[in-house]
């Protein structure tokens, strides 16, 4: 009778495991099929590709060139006007001659530089995306700018030696006008050699 009973009451137990045993699978295959859900949500969630990061770059790029284009030819435009005005100082002697002498070379400096930056406009599309930019009018605008930090120089040397106090305002806006340029002009060479180019590197070689 004893082992009778114990055996019924083992029978009660293991029937009463069962459901217990049955729900945690239950719910374990319920946790497993949510876990499974959400990694393959995750897997075929839709990501940047290759060619959406790159356009995204392209496109920041041409944004990015085109206010330093129109920034650089703002500052181009102020220059001129400041060395116009630099041509008609009232200061007479040696003095007020090596002012006009540095606004004449300066205003030829200025037509140089739109040229190179015409040709730097002019180079685009596939030929830019394969051989890069003009390095060689990039490399004359490098040069272009070297010649005005000189003039800049002697633009202040200069200035100390006048008295009449406008043609020291003059010569002082002339300046910030100059070195305000050359920022201008660095920055968009700087755009313009980060655009590359298939083969860019070698035709870089070639700019002297």
Known sequence: MEKISIFVVAIVLASLGSPVYAVKNSEA??????????????????????????????TQNQGEASQLRINTQEQMGTVAAQ???????RTT???????????????????????????????GGLLKSLIGPDYQALKNMQKAMEQNQLRIGQLEQLQ????????????????????????????RVNLEE??????GWLFKLFAR
């Open 83 to 89: 060395v116009q005005d630099l041509l008609k100082v």
């Open 29 to 58: 295959g319920s946790q497993n099929i949510g876990t499974s859900q959400a990694q393959q949500q995750v897997a075929t969630s839709p990501s940047p590709t290759g060619y959406q990061i790159q356009n995204q770059v392209n």
């Open 194 to 199: 980060r655009s590359g180019g298939m083969f």
């Open 160 to 187: 100390n030696q006048l008295a009449n106090q406008s043609d020291i305002a003059m010569v002082q806006e002339t300046i910030q006008a100059l070195t305000v340029q050359n920022t201008a002009l660095q920055n």
């Open 93 to 123: 002697g040696g003095i007020g001659e090596q002012v006009r002498q540095i606004a004449q070379e300066q205003n030829q400096a200025q037509n140089q530089i739109q040229t190179e930056l015409g040709k730097v406009e002019a180079r």
